[in-house]
């Protein structure tokens, strides 16, 4: 069952988006060479604690930390911890999460650690980055789930890889519902499988987290033994990003984006819904 959202539960879903667009801005800017994944960990929680608001990370299945740390090859999943120390030419994906009055907000970004970045991993970047928002551009009434799939997936298709191959679109994880919950139905791939449907009717109250996954080779990947981290098989390097939605009567409404992703629908031709929030 797809949870419908009223507009105030929208609106309580924008405040936990604001929070983690908060976090965001914060790891961002502690992530640099010398610091450890720990540490970033430890300026989320300040960020949570400095406006009343609760980790949907924390505790989740077991997971012991605030926020997902994954460096390089690591996909999703990684465990904060004074053990990994970023150095430069690193990339790392931070993925976190806020809970407010019950209500969830959950996005992810990849950082640049330090200088010296090739124009591959900048490019593979780029294209998850962009790959995401042509999700989102498609995410409007009319549309079914598997539109939001086939837009992330066309988007990276038609990408050039430099020095020449295609990009690996990451098979077994994909974006999902949120709400109540972090995770709820319905589940989002990131490619079309004709096997799955076209998915539910897309309608105001909708909402979704929708985070493509991509490495510069293969789509597979595996868990290591402490069953959290999730790499990929062949050790190359990937991109993640991701951004809650929510679908209103006047557009789309990005939660967890600073201006509720009204510059860059623009760019795309998309009208962004009003901030509830203002």
């Known amino acids: 069952m797809v949870q419908i959202k009223t507009s105030e539960q929208i609106a309580k879903m924008r405040e936990a988006g604001l929070v983690v667009a908060a976090i965001h801005a914060a ?62 030419g690193d990339v790392i994906s931070i993925d976190c999460g806020a809970i ?31 790959s995401m928002w042509a999700g989102i551009a498609a995410m409007k009434q009319g549309n079914r789930l598997v539109d939001i799939s086939r837009a992330v997936e066309t988007y ?11 990009y690996g679109i990451i098979e077994d994880y994909g974006g999902h519902g949120i709400g109540t919950e972090m995770h709820m139905d319905p589940h989002l791939l990131n490619y079309v499988d004709r096997r799955r ?56 409404l990005v939660l967890t984006s600073p201006d509720a992703g009204k510059a860059k629908l623009a760019e795309l031709g998309v009208t962004a819904a009003p901030d509830p929030l203002g």
């Open 27 to 88: 790891t961002r800017e502690a992530a640099v060479p010398g610091a450890t994944t720990k540490d970033l960990d430890q300026v989320a929680r300040k960020v949570l604690a400095e406006h009343n608001a609760k980790p949907n990370f924390l505790g989740y299945g077991g997971f012991p930390a605030t926020i997902c740390t994954s460096v390089n090859e690591v996909v999703v999943h990684g465990i904060p911890s004074d053990d990994v120390v970023l150095k430069d």
């Open 100 to 130: 407010i009055d019950g209500w969830h907000g959950d996005a992810a970004y990849t950082a640049f650690v330090g200088s010296g970045h090739s124009p591959e991993l900048v490019e593979l970047s780029r294209v998850t980055e962009e």
């Open 197 to 252: 449907g076209k998915g539910p009717k897309l309608v105001p109250g909708f909402c979704l987290a929708i985070e493509p996954m991509v490495s510069l080779g293969t789509p597979k990947t595996e868990v290591l033994e402490d069953d959290w981290t999730v790499i990929t098989t062949d050790g190359t390097w990937s991109s993640h990003w991701e951004h809650s939605v929510a679908l209103t009567e006047e557009g789309p």
């Open 156 to 166: 990276i298709r038609r990408q050039p890889k430099p020095g020449g191959g295609k």
